[in-house]
């Protein structure tokens, strides 16, 4: 409830999506774990959503899995198509074939939602990051 009693506020939790005792304490073990900042999403989406739009801009060109969850490429098409970020998709099963030249970013998830199917995410980073991307 965003009403609470009279008296130091310090320490209050409004509202549960951003801001309760539970979160704050996966985000201190994790950042803790990571020895890096950390910050919790309600969801994938949101997350997946926050750093989209945080790195990408008008002129890039993103890599995203044909059979991964459908929603992240209803994000692409209906968000980041019209500010000018446009994507191609490929299978995550052969997501390291084709290369990586030439895209900001590439996102793959595995294993993939709702198939099953799986990449090795280690190559998949390794080969990303040697063509500039992230």
Do not use: I, N, Q, R
């Given at each position: 409830a965003i009403f609470h009693a009279p008296?130091?506020?310090?320490?209050?939790n409004q509202y549960g999506r951003f801001s309760n005792p539970t979160?704050?304490?996966v985000e201190h073990m994790l950042s803790h774990l990571e020895d890096a900042p950390c910050v919790g999403f309600p969801s994938g989406m949101a997350a997946i959503s926050a750093?989209?739009?945080?790195?990408l801009k008008a002129g890039d060109h993103i890599l995203l899995p044909s059979d991964?969850?459908?929603?992240?490429r209803a994000l692409a098409d209906r968000?980041?198509?019209?500010?000018?970020?446009t994507y191609d998709v490929r299978?995550?099963?052969t997501f390291l074939d084709g290369g990586f030249a030439g895209y900001r970013l590439a996102f793959v998830e595995t294993p993939a939602n709702?198939?099953?199917d799986i990449c090795d995410i280690a190559a998949v980073a390794e080969a990303v990051h040697?063509?500039?991307?992230?």
């Open positions: 008296g130091d506020a310090t320490g209050f979160w704050d304490a750093a989209f739009f945080a790195v991964g969850y459908h929603t992240t968000f980041l198509k019209p500010l000018g970020v299978p995550t099963s709702p198939g099953l040697k063509a500039g991307a992230l």
